[in-house]
């Protein structure tokens, strides 16, 4: 199984909603990312997880928190967004932290609605 | 500080053609480039990997060069089909980062005319 699985495809929420992305891989990776992708812009890392511990946070507003409950799952739990935030959330994974050393794989994204 | 730029404007060829695609960066010395396919609402899949020490590599109808000189990576795609249209992004790795993030390129959006 080569792939990386996101729930839900779409989400349209309220500014006062609580919410919550998921993300699965069964390849046995052990670094999981979350990306931020504007029309038109490249993604913007959000988060990574490397085995399973936070290790990179790009300086995210706290509305965003992110969750990774074991080696296979990715969770990123929303709350009080706002419309900017409005966009399409991509989960990826790689078999290494280290960005050097291999691909990522990207799951096929949600798009946020925030309203 | 570190820039990555591809080509600005979207590129247009004629199916049968080579698309050529460059990657510039400046302020940087990656020790490898990748690139990656991205169609509309969809997420980015993964190309090619091409390290510092390696001057060329090929995939099928693919090939990628980097030149650590002229700080430059040119993207080929030989006998071009419609299929192909898609946006191309390249990314670094971020050796400030201690190489566990990718710097991406805003990406050029190709297409390939039946």
């Known amino acids: 199984d080569t792939e990386v699985t996101q729930t839900p495809k779409h989400l349209v929420m309220g500014m006062t909603n609580k919410k919550s992305l998921k993300c699965e891989q069964h390849?046995?990776?052990?670094?999981m990312y979350w990306y931020k992708q504007k029309a038109k812009k490249p993604p913007e890392l959000m988060f990574v997880?490397?085995?399973?511990?936070?290790?990179i946070n790009e300086s995210v507003p706290s509305r965003f928190s992110p969750e990774c409950p074991n080696s296979s799952l990715l969770n990123l739990h929303l709350h009080a967004l706002q419309p900017e935030d409005s966009a399409l959330y991509l989960c990826a994974s790689s078999q290494y932290g280290r960005a050097l050393y291999n691909e990522q794989f990207f799951g096929p994204g949600t798009r946020l609605t925030v309203l | 500080s570190q820039k990555i730029e591809q080509n600005s404007e979207a590129l247009n060829i004629q199916e049968g053609k080579t698309a050529t695609l460059t990657c510039n960066y400046t302020n940087y010395s990656p020790a490898y480039l990748q690139w990656y396919r991205q169609d509309p609402g969809r997420g980015p899949v993964f190309l090619l990997l091409i390290r510092e020490n390696e001057k060329e590599k090929r995939k099928e109808r693919l090939k990628v060069t980097f030149d650590t000189t002229l700080k430059q990576s040119l993207f080929h795609i030989t006998a071009s089909q419609p299929a192909d249209s898609a946006t191309y992004l390249c990314a670094l790795g971020d050796n400030a980062g201690n190489n566990r993030k990718l710097i991406w390129g805003l990406g050029t959006s190709l297409a390939v005319n039946p």
């Open positions: 997880y490397s085995y399973e511990k936070l290790s």
């Open positions: 390849m046995g990776h052990r670094a």
